[in-house]
C-alpha cells in the first residue's frame, strides 16, 4: 500500500502551514521526496535499522527535553505535534532503502535484541503511518484553523484516489466522497453542537459551585468560549451601593497555568452568633448595605455569594458553615434546600486576611511577558496608585474584550499571548493580567470570582443573575485595606448579552415558576400544604362526578342492548317455521344448518308435488325479511297470509 | 488451570474464524483507517484543545460508508481446479483454476483466494503439543499459548491462502488463473473452495462471495539432500526369494532340471528339453541372495504434534529416496494403530508408495516402544542391515539396538533431537540430528 507520489511532501507543508512550523516543514518535504532525484538505493540490515530508530528516539528526547525546558503542561499534545519530524528518519531510511520497507522489529528495542526473525515481523511500509501522523499532528498544532478541515479532506481524498476500486465507476467513486466530506463537515458541527449542548445540559443539572480551594480557567482554550443565558439564583435588592455589584464566591492566591489555588487558606468552622445568624467579620459601625440572595436546589456544597465586605450572613438555614482567610464561606447542603439569606456588607472586601508572600508570586513561565508588558508602560516607577490607574486604563483603551480564542497563538502562554499579541480575551485573562502584573510591581493582588448583578427584573423585583453574569477580577492591597478592581474591557456585559434569543423568555418563566413553587413548599406558612389539600379536595369531587357520571352512561348502554336483543326474537317465532315443522313430519326435515333455498331446492328435485315452490320461495324470502329487516310487523302479517295459503297446499 | 486452559482453547477456536472474516472484511487501507481513527478519537477528545476531532468525524464518516458499501456482491461464478495429485511439504506447487463469470456483466478489480478446510486442534492436542521454540518464549506467551495455537492451525490447514487479484472477466465468460500454493506440512491438504473478493469503491474493506469447490490433495514429507550412504551389511539368502525374482541379480542362475508338477508356473518350462523329451521339463534356478534394508522409524511420541517427529519422518523419506533398490530391498517399519512393515525394492513396489505412506504417519501416543519388538525379530532373519530413526535415545531404543546387535545386523542410528544433549554410547555409534537443522546432521552421515 504505496501512498501516491508527492503525498506524503504535501502533507508535510500542510502539517507545517496548520503549525507554524513551515521553516521545518520545506526542508523536510524535500528530504521526502529526494528518492526521487537520487537514484542510489541502499541495502539496509537490522543494525541500519536500529541506528535510525536510535536517531529517532534521539528526536523524540530531544522534543520532549525541549517541552519540560518550556514549562509545556501538556506533553502528549507537544509530542504529538512533533510526530512529522520525530519519524522523519524512518521514513527517508525507508525511501532510499532497497526493498522501500522498513523493518518493523526494530522499531522495539527488545524484538532488536531477540534477533527476532523477518517472518515474525515482516518489513512493511511506513508512508501511509506517515500521512496519518502528519494529519494528526497538523490538527494537535494547528490554532483552531478553518482550513484544516478542507486541508484534511483534500489529501484524504488524494489518497483514497490511488486505492479506489477498479470494479466501480469514478461517478459513484466521486460521489461516495462527495457524500463522505459533507457527512464528516456535518458530523463535526454537530458534535460541535453537541458538545455545547452537554456542557449547558451538565452546567443546569450538576450547578455545582466552584471549589473553594481550586478553580480552573478557560486561559488556554482554543475555540470561541460559549454562554448560557438560563438563571442561577436571584438578588433582592435592600440598599446597594452601585448598579453592578459584585458577588464573591471564592478568591484564589496562586496562579499556574490555568488554575488558581487557594494556597495556605484552610477552611474553618464558624459559629452561628443567633440560629441563622453568621459573623463573618467584625467591625465597629454598622455596614450600611445589605441584599437578599436566593437560589433553588443549590446542590453538594454551596459557596455563599458574597458582596464585597460583608460582615453577617442573616436567616441561613444551616447547622455549620465554613470559612476561609480569602473570604470564602461554604457549607453542604444534601436535602438541597432552597438557599434564602441576607447578607449586610460595607462594599470593601474588609474580610479578607493581610497579604503575604504568595500575594507577590509570579510563575516562571510568566515572568518574560509580564516584565516586557509592564516595560511597554514603565509601570516598575510609578507608585501603586498610578500603576491601579494605568492599569485600568490601559485596559479599557487598549484592549478589547472577547470570547474567541482563536487558537494557541505564537507566544509561549495564554497570558503572554493576551498581553503581547491578541490584545482581546475574557474576563479571566484580565483579572489574571492584572494580578500578575500588580505583583511584578511589589502590589500584593489576588483573584478573584463570581458574578455581577447586572440584570433587574422589575416583574420579580430581583436582581436576575445568568450563567453569563460569571465574572473575575483582581482584589488588590492599596493603602493597608483591600480593594477590588474590575479591568475588564468595557462593555462585556452587553456583548454577552448579545447572544439571547427569543426563547430565552420562556426559560425565564420555567425559572421563575420553579423558583416560586420551592419557595412556596419550603415556606414557613405551609402555603403549599394547605394549596394541596384543597387541590386534593377538587380532585376527589372531580373523580366522584366522573364515576357518577359513567355509571349513568353505563346503565343507559345496557338498556340499548336489551332493546336489541328483543328485535331479534322477534323473528324466532316466525309462522314459517311451523311449516318447516309441518313438511318435516311429512318426511322431508331440514338438515341441520341447511340454508332454507337448498332445502326448497332438494325438496323440489325429490318431490316436485309435494306444494306450491314458487310460493315457497316467496316464504323463504318473506321469513328472511321477518327475521332481518327493520319492519317485521309488515312481513309477518304477509307470512302469515301465505302460510296459510301453502297449508292448503301441502299433501 | 484447567479452566484457563479450557477458556483459552475455546476463545481461540471462536477466535480464529472471527479473524478469518476480519482479513475478508478488511483491505490494508481499512486497517490503516481503524488505526487513524483510534489515534484522531484519543488525540481529539478535548475539542477545545485541538481540531483533530476534525480529522476524526471526517473517518468516521468514511469508514461507515465504506463499511455499508461492502455489504452487497450479488455476483455469480462457477470455479474448478486443475490439480497435481502430489504435492511436496515446503514445496511450491503451481495449478490452475478456471472462474466462470455467470452474470451478464463484466467483472474487474476482484481477488481470488483459496479456502482451505478449517480443521482445529483437540483440546488434547492443543494442550500437549509444543510449538517448536517455544521454551524461548517469555512466560505470558508459554502460559496463554496463543502462539501454540496458531503453530497447531498452520500445521492442520497446512496452507496460508493469499489474495491474488483476477484479470478481467467478461460477460458470461471465464478466465484460467495461474496459482501457487506452498504446503507448510505433510499429509492430506484440504481445500472447501474459493472466495472472491470485491473492493468496495473507496477500498477499505471488501465484500466476498464463498464458491464451494472441494479438492484434497497428498503431500509428501519434506525431503532433505542426503550424500550416498554406505548401507551397512552382506547379501542375505531369502527362501522364496524366486517370487521376489526380477531380470537382475542372480535369479537367472541355472542350478536343475526336473519333471513338472502341478501348480509350476508355465513360464518356467525349460522349451528345449520339452521338445527333446517330450515331456513336460521344469528349469530350476538357484535360491536367491539379496540385499534386505530396514528403515525403522520411531514414532513414538508422548506429544501430538512435534517438529522432532515431524524431522524424524521427514529423515525417514529422504532416506527411502535415496536407497537404490532397484537391486535391493527396503523394509519400513513403524508403529502406528498396529505394527506395519511395508517393502518397496526389486519391482514389489515403488519408493513413491513409501513416501505416501509417510505422508499419511501420525505419531503413536497410546504405545510403548517396545511393541515394535516384535515386528523387527519377526523380519531380522531376512535383514542385512537396518537404518534407526529415533526420538530420544533411552534404553528402550538401546534396547532395540542391542536386539539387531545379537541378530548380527549391523545398524546406523539417527537420533532427532531438539536441541537437548544425548550421551555418546560406547557400543553404539549415534548419529545426533537437530531437528531445528536436519541438513546440518543429514550432511554428515
Redesign the interface.
Known amino acids: ?1 504505496k501512498t501516491p507520489p508527492l503525498l506524503l511532501a504535501i502533507s508535510i507543508l500542510f502539517w507545517g502551514w496548520q503549525t507554524g512550523l513551515l521553516f521545518f516543514a520545506v526542508p523536510m518535504a524535500v528530504g521526502i521526496e529526494l528518492h526521487r532525484l537520487v537514484k542510489k538505493r541502499w541495502e539496509m540490515n537490522r543494525a541500519d535499522w536500529s541506528k535510525v530508530t536510535d536517531f529517532s528516539a534521539i528526536l523524540l528526547l530531544s522534543v520532549l527535553a525541549h517541552d519540560l525546558l518550556q514549562d509545556e503542561k ?1 506533553l ?2 507537544a509530542v ?1 505535534k512533533m510526530l512529522p519530524l520525530i519519524l522523519l528518519p524512518l521514513i527517508i531510511a525507508q525511501q532510499f532503502n532497497l526493498s522501500g520497507k522498513t523493518d518493523i522489529a526494530a522499531l522495539s528495542l527488545l524484538e532488536r535484541k531477540k534477533k527476532t526473525s523477518v517472518d515474525r515481523y515482516p518489513p512493511a511500509d511506513i508512508s ?2 506517515y500521512f ?1 501522523a502528519a ?2 499532528a497538523a ?2 498544532g ?1 490554532d ?2 478553518e482550513f ?2 478542507p486541508g ?2 483534500l489529501l ?1 481524498v488524494w489518497a ?1 484516489f490511488s ?6 465507476s469514478l461517478g ?2 466521486a460521489a ?2 462527495v ?3 459533507s ?3 456535518l ?2 458541527t454537530g ?2 453542537v453537541l ?1 455545547e449542548m452537554m456542557y449547558e445540559y451538565s452546567s443546569r443539572m450538576l450547578d455545582y459551585d466552584p471549589n473553594p480551594f481550586k478553580t480552573t480557567t ?1 486561559i488556554g ?3 470561541k468560549q460559549k454562554l448560557y443565558n438560563f438563571i442561577l439564583f436571584r438578588v433582592k435588592p435592600e440598599t446597594i451601593p452601585n448598579e453592578n455589584l459584585l458577588l464573591c464566591e471564592a478568591t484564589y492566591n496562586t496562579f499556574n497555568s490555568r488554575t488558581w489555588y487557594a494556597m495556605n487558606s484552610p477552611a474553618a468552622d464558624l459559629k452561628p452568633t443567633a440560629i441563622g445568624n453568621w459573623t463573618l467579620h467584625e467591625t465597629d459601625q454598622t455596614p450600611p448595605y445589605s441584599v437578599r440572595i436566593r437560589k433553588r436546589n443549590p446542590k453538594g456544597r454551596v459557596i455563599l455569594k458574597l458582596p464585597p465586605g460583608t460582615t453577617e450572613v442573616q436567616q441561613l438555614r444551616t447547622a455549620m458553615l465554613q470559612t476561609n482567610s480569602m473570604g470564602t464561606a461554604s457549607f453542604e447542603n444534601p436535602q438541597k434546600q432552597l438557599l434564602d439569606y441576607r447578607t449586610v456588607f460595607t462594599a470593601e472586601p474588609s474580610n479578607q486576611s493581610p497579604p503575604n508572600e504568595l500575594d507577590l508570586r509570579i510563575p516562571d513561565a510568566e515572568i518574560a511577558a509580564i516584565n516586557r508588558f509592564s516595560d511597554q508602560l514603565q509601570l516598575k516607577t510609578k507608585s501603586p496608585e498610578q500603576v491601579v490607574k494605568i492599569l485600568e486604563a490601559h485596559f479599557a483603551n487598549e484592549f478589547n474584550y472577547s470570547l474567541d480564542h482563536k487558537g494557541k497563538g505564537k507566544q509561549k502562554t495564554p497570558i503572554a499571548n493576551f498581553l503581547l499579541e491578541r490584545k482581546a480575551g475574557h474576563c479571566e485573562l484580565f483579572a489574571s493580567s492584572t494580578v500578575l502584573l500588580l505583583r511584578y510591581c511589589g502590589i500584593p493582588a489576588r483573584y478573584a470570582v463570581g458574578y455581577v448583578a447586572a440584570e433587574y427584573s422589575p416583574i420579580e423585583k430581583h436582581y436576575l443573575i445568568r450563567q453569563r453574569h460569571a465574572h473575575a477580577w483582581t482584589r488588590v492591597y492599596l493603602n493597608g485595606r483591600w480593594h477590588d478592581l474590575d479591568t475588564t474591557s468595557g462593555n462585556w456585559l452587553e456583548q454577552d448579552a448579545e447572544n439571547e434569543t427569543f426563547f430565552r423568555r420562556f426559560g425565564d418563566f420555567g425559572s421563575f415558576l420553579s423558583f416560586q413553587f420551592q419557595r412556596l413548599r419550603e415556606s414557613d406558612e405551609n402555603i403549599l400544604g394547605k394549596a394541596a389539600a384543597a387541590l386534593i379536595i377538587i380532585l376527589i369531587a372531580l373523580v366522584a362526578n366522573r364515576l357518577w357520571k359513567q355509571k349513568r352512561k353505563k346503565k343507559a348502554v345496557e338498556t340499548e342492548k336489551t332493546v336489541e336483543l328483543e328485535i331479534i326474537r322477534n323473528g324466532l317465532d316466525s309462522a314459517f317455521y311451523q311449516l318447516e315443522k309441518q313438511i318435516a313430519e311429512k318426511g322431508w326435515p331440514r338438515a341441520p344448518a341447511e340454508p332454507l333455498f337448498d332445502w326448497a331446492a332438494r325438496l323440489q328435485q325429490a318431490a316436485p308435488n309435494l306444494l306450491n315452490y314458487e310460493s315457497l320461495n316467496r316464504l323463504i324470502n318473506l321469513h328472511y325479511a321477518l327475521r332481518f329487516s327493520n319492519t317485521p310487523q309488515i312481513t309477518a302479517e304477509k307470512l302469515q297470509r301465505i302460510i296459510d295459503e301453502l297449508n292448503g297446499q301441502v299433501k | 488451570m484447567e479452566r484457563l486452559n479450557r477458556f483459552f482453547y475455546k476463545t481461540y477456536t471462536w477466535g480464529y474464524p472471527a479473524g478469518i472474516r476480519r482479513r475478508n472484511r478488511f483491505a490494508k487501507p481499512g486497517y490503516a483507517a481503524s488505526a487513524a481513527i483510534i489515534a484522531a478519537a484519543i488525540f481529539g477528545m478535548n475539542t477545545l484543545q485541538t481540531t483533530v476531532y476534525q480529522l476524526f468525524t471526517l473517518l468516521a464518516a468514511l469508514f461507515i460508508f465504506a463499511l455499508f458499501s461492502s455489504f452487497r456482491f450479488r455476483a455469480r461464478f462457477r470455479a474448478e481446479r486443475k490439480l497435481p495429485t502430489i504435492a511436496t511439504a515446503g514445496e511450491k506447487f503451481s495449478y490452475t483454476v478456471r472462474i466462470e463469470n455467470l452474470t451478464d456483466k463484466k467483472q474487474l478489480g476482484l481477488i481470488f483466494q483459496e479456502i482451505p478446510n478449517l480443521r482445529f486442534p483437540t483440546y488434547d492436542e492443543f494442550l500437549l503439543a509444543r510449538e517448536p521454540g517455544e521454551l524461548k518464549r517469555n512466560r505470558w506467551d508459554r502460559a496463554v499459548k496463543f502462539h501454540r495455537f496458531q503453530w497447531l492451525m498452520k500445521q492442520h490447514i497446512r496452507i496460508s491462502p493469499k489474495e491474488q487479484e483476477l484479470p478481467e472477466i467478461g460477460a458470461n465468460s471465464y478466465v484460467h488463473l495461474y496459482s501457487e500454493l506452498t504446503p507448510h506440512r505433510r499429509g492430506i491438504l484440504e481445500l472447501n473452495g474459493v472466495y472472491i473478493k470485491r473492493p468496495e469503491p473507496l477500498g477499505l474493506f471488501k465484500a466476498f462471495i464463498q464458491i464451494p469447490l472441494h479438492d484434497r490433495i497428498l503431500v509428501l514429507p519434506k525431503r532433505y539432500p542426503i550424500p550416498s550412504i554406505d548401507l551397512p551389511g552382506t547379501r542375505k539368502h531369502h527362501t522364496g526369494g524366486v517370487a521376489l525374482a526380477s531380470a537382475v541379480g542372480n535369479t537367472n542362475e541355472f542350478h536343475s532340471l526336473r519333471e513338472y508338477q502341478p501348480g509350476d508356473p508355465m513360464r518356467r518350462l525349460h522349451w528345449k528339453s520339452v521338445a527333446k523329451t517330450g515331456e513336460l521339463i521344469i528349469r530350476e534356478n538357484e535360491d536367491e541372495y539379496f540385499v534386505r534394508h530396514a528403515l525403522i522409524l520411531d514414532t513414538f511420541a508422548t506429544e501430538p504434534t512435534t517438529n522432532r517427529f515431524e524431522t524424524a519422518v521427514s529423515i525417514a523419506a529422504s532416506l527411502a529416496c535415496t536407497i537404490r533398490t532397484q537391486d535391493s530391498l527396503l523394509d519400513l517399519m513403524f508403529v502406528e494403530d498396529k505394527a506395519y512393515c511395508f517393502t518397496a525394492g526389486r519391482g514389489i513396489d515403488h519408493t513413491a508408495k513409501m513416501l505416501e505412506l509417510l505422508a499419511c504417519v501420525e505419531p503413536c501416543t497410546d504405545k510403548k516402544f517396545p511393541d515394535i519388538f516384535p515386528l523387527v525379530a519377526e523380519h531380522a532373519a531376512l535383514l542385512s542391515g537396518c537404518i534407526c530413526i529415533f526420538q530420544t535415545w533411552d534404553d528402550d531404543r538401546r534396547k532395540l539396538a542391542e536386539l539387531l546387535s545379537a541378530r548380527g545386523i549391523p545398524a546406523k542410528i539417527l537420533v532427532v533431537t531438539e536441541g537437548e544433549t544425548i550421551e555418546p554410547s560406547d557400543r553404539f555409534s549415534l548419529h545426533i540430528i537437530d531437528a531445528a537443522s536436519p541438513e546440518e546432521g543429514l550432511a554428515k552421515l
Open positions: 500500500m501538556q502528549v499534545y504529538g501511509p503511518a496519518i494529519l494528526l490538527g494537535i494547528n483552531a484553523s484544516y478541515f484534511v479532506f484524504a483514497l486505492i479506489r476500486s477498479r470494479h466501480f459513484l467513486w461516495l466522497i457524500l463522505t466530506g457527512t464528516g463537515y458530523l463535526h458534535l460541535h458538545e478557560a482554550d482554543i475555540r
